[in-house]
């Protein structure tokens, strides 16, 4: 399983990363690109309607401003899209960019995260994955402890 980490442009690679730390460290294949919806749309027509034959199951796509990139890809992949609103030097403070992903016609969903959430995206993606893969549902399964634990121990340190 493969998940693709997509962006309009080589700025948003700083948000972005974060989604692509968190699928390295769950030891998840990456294919890292930038498809910009407005500057290469034959990159995206094919990429959007190829991404499924190459053994990508999750995609995830960064942008900011118009934010078009996830919706676009979603309109003609099968495939699940977690869309990540990016703050961009264009953006109208990123809401331009949140609702551009969030506000998507019946029949073609884009999972959204936080405006900048590209670590969350990277997460939904894992779980995504692990729906079917029960080794990468038990990483999960650790993680969530982790969580947990760090909040009982911060809790446990205002108490001393």
Known sequence: MKVAVIMGSISDMPIMQEAIDILK???????VDIVSAHRTPEKLFDFSKNAHTRGISVVIAGAGGAAHLPGMVASMSPLPVIGVPIKSSNSIDGWDSVLSILQMPGGVPVATVALNGAKNAGIL???ILGSHDQSILEKII????????????ASESLQK
């Open 142 to 153: 650790k993680y969530k402890t982790g969580l947990k634990e760090a909040v009982i121990i």
């Open 125 to 127: 993606a894992v779980q």
């Open 25 to 31: 460290a769950f030891e998840i294949e990456i294919e």
